[in-house]
């Protein structure tokens, strides 16, 4: 794979909300979006189960993920690096 063909997947960053699959984490990714008629801007969520073999990822860690063909039934995506860990309590 060369950097060309890499460059044209999709990218998008969340926040992991559960790791108890095997090699699939469930990515929640937040987007704010305006509202078209009364302009107030809000928020909108979607969830991503993604693909996660060498990399470690827990959950509450910022991820970034990147689409791929599918892996499985509800698994299009793949964890490229995780971005900042999450704080112990």
Do not use: F
């Amino acid at each position: 794979m060369n950097e060309a063909s890499q460059s044209m997947r999709r990218t998008l960053e969340g926040r992991v909300v559960s790791d108890k699959m095997q090699k699939t984490v469930t990515v929640l990714i937040e987007r704010r979006v305006k509202h078209p008629v009364i302009g107030k801007v809000m928020i909108r969520s979607r969830k991503y189960h993604a693909h996660i073999d060498s990399i470690e990822a827990a959950t509450g860690d910022l991820v970034q993920i990147e689409e791929c063909a599918p892996l499985a039934k509800t698994v299009a995506w793949r964890v490229i690096k995780v971005l900042e860990k999450a704080r112990a309590v």
